[in-house]
């Protein structure tokens, strides 16, 4: 043995998944912003919060309409952490949710994907998150995590269910739709979503 207890060690191993946390944080920001990501909105200001959707600050601030989809987020990758690293600390998990999160803000933010949401969905003026929103999205993904590691899960499945249903009849958009638009485009489900 090395001397060091067994609380000790488990302070060290949340330590550790901490700074990879970190880690992947700050990698997700560096690749955006060799992607040639902008830091903050073109018009040059921060909002707290973006109400349009098909507008020019959507995706640009501290938070928007897909917030409610970035927090589902952390909900699901909770339930994936609890299932595929059952044995490990909630700090191990977290940075797997971390990982696939900011695979994702950069995938999300690649040519092809923009390319994509402006085919097949009505984001037909997307550009892309800000660096700030896609951090903002990570924040909100983790707050996510979080919760639902601390609630019983069918408070996390009403929630993520009002989160659904709210966006839906507020924007008619949602993560499910965003999911089914995004790989197999519907046109009447475009139609309608073009009609708010």
């Given amino acids: 043995m090395n001397g060091m207890t067994s ?3 488990d302070h060290s191993k949340t ?3 901490l700074v990879v ?3 992947i944080i700050l990698v997700q920001i560096l690749s955006q ?8 909105c073109e018009c040059g200001y921060v909002k707290l919060f973006e109400a349009g959707v ?3 600050g959507n995706s640009q601030h501290l938070f928007d309409w897909y917030t409610p989809s970035h927090i ?5 990758f909770y339930g994936l952490g609890w299932l595929v690293l059952r044995n490990k600390p909630l700090t191990a998990k977290l940075a797997l949710a971390a990982f696939i999160e900011a695979v994702w803000e950069v ?8 390319d994509r949401y402006r085919s097949a969905t009505i984001a037909v003026g997307y550009t892309g998150d800000s660096i700030l929103n896609s951090g903002m999205d990570m924040v909100a993904m983790i707050a996510g995590f979080l919760f639902a590691a601390r609630m019983p899960v069918w408070m996390t499945v009403l929630i993520a269910i009002a989160f659904e249903v709210l966006t839906t009849i507020i924007i008619r958009d949602n993560l499910t739709l965003n999911v089914l638009m ?5 046109e009447a489900v475009r139609t309608w979503q073009g009609a708010l």
């Fill in 15 to 17: 330590r550790f998944w």
């Fill in 72 to 76: 589902i987020h952390g909900f699901l």
């Fill in 182 to 186: 995004l790989v197999w485009p519907i």
């Fill in 21 to 23: 946390t970190f880690v």
């Fill in 107 to 114: 995938l999300e933010n690649s040519p092809v994907i923009i």
């Fill in 33 to 40: 912003y060799l992607m040639g990501r902008i830091w903050i």
């Fill in 7 to 9: 609380q000790e060690s």
């Fill in 54 to 56: 098909n507008t020019p």
